[in-house]
């Protein structure tokens, strides 16, 4: 049975509609990848994925829905935080995997699309902030046990430290063309995490100081 008032990307379908799901959002990624948001089309899509067109316009409804699921589906299978016993481990461990994604020829040229799309259309911006949301959650546990350990102060954010790691990554992919190297990852790394041991990243509190600074 089709969900279709459901949000794309919130319904967890099995069986046979799971493979349909399957195909035809590893056929959009492709096709984003090659010709970006603007070019997305769900009856080439449903082609493509050997698929029929109506199940397809039923379910996804637009193409912002499909980028939609398939931000679900990227956040779904991404690894798990890493736990090297140390900060600096855990951080230049989140630096290489983002930089694997962006540096790989399929994913690289993907993050571009739907960042590309997330600037003009708001179904996908919203997508992509709960995308990032979702793996900035997973990896906020890096930080806490950097906290317990006393390698950052309390009150440390997390989501500021690890957007400090991908950032620069992001910036390289998206504007200066520089290098993904093993260079940029050990550098982004060691600057979050030397930063967050110096107090940089704690929250302020509501008279506008920091809660704690080392």
Not at 64 to 81: C, I, K, N, R, Y
């Amino acid at each position: 049975m089709e969900h279709e008032e459901a949000t794309p990307g919130s319904v967890r379908p099995g069986g046979r509609t799971a493979r349909v799901r399957e195909a035809v959002l590893r056929v959009a990624g492709d096709l984003l990848a090659v010709r970006g948001f603007a070019h997305l089309d769900l009856a080439e899509v449903a082609a493509r994925a050997e698929v029929g067109k109506t199940t397809v316009y039923r379910r996804w409804r637009t193409p912002a829905g499909l980028v939609t699921d398939l931000l679900a589906d990227m956040a779904e299978q991404s690894l798990p935080h890493a736990d090297t016993g140390s900060l600096l481990g855990d951080l230049t461990a989140n630096a290489r995997l983002v930089a694997s994604a962006l540096t790989d020829p399929r994913q690289g040229r993907l993050f571009q699309a739907v960042i590309a799309a997330a600037t003009c259309d708001e179904t996908a911006a919203t997508a992509l902030r709960r995308f990032y949301d979702i793996r900035l959650t997973e990896w906020a546990p890096c930080v806490a046990a950097a906290i317990q350990r006393g390698e950052a102060p309390p009150g440390t954010d997390p989501r500021a430290v690890l957007s400090a790691v991908s950032g620069p990554l992001y910036y390289r992919l998206l504007a200066s063309g520089d290098p993904i190297d093993d260079n940029a990852i050990r550098t982004t790394a060691v600057a979050a995490s030397s930063a967050a041991r110096a107090g940089m990243f704690v929250t302020p509190t509501k008279g506008g100081q920091q809660t704690a600074l080392t």
